[in-house]
């Protein structure tokens, strides 16, 4: 299968790993943080944690976007 990879796919491909990392970065921290008692599930500070993380995530995804799903003709 060699060619260009549909761009669909790949945008698709693109942000699905971006969750993943995401999810698992955001839940190393978030049981980091729940082990050391910063704070208990389901309070503000879990909810802060997961959209700081977020929000990181979503800042560094279109960083580097360019990189990626730059259009190989």
Do not use: C, H
Not at 2 to 28: D, E, F, H, Q, R
Not at 39 to 51: E, R
Request: charged share 10%; hydrophobic share 55%; glycine share 10%.
């Amino acid at each position: 299968m060699s060619g260009p990879m549909n761009p669909i796919v790949k945008g698709v491909a693109y942000v699905s790993v971006w969750v993943v990392l995401w999810g698992t970065v955001a839940s190393v921290a978030d049981l980091v943080l729940l082990e050391r008692g910063i704070y208990t599930a389901g309070t503000a500070g879990q909810a802060f944690t997961f959209t700081a993380y977020g929000i990181a995530a979503v800042v560094l995804a279109v960083r580097l976007s360019g990189r990626f799903l730059q259009r190989q003709d």
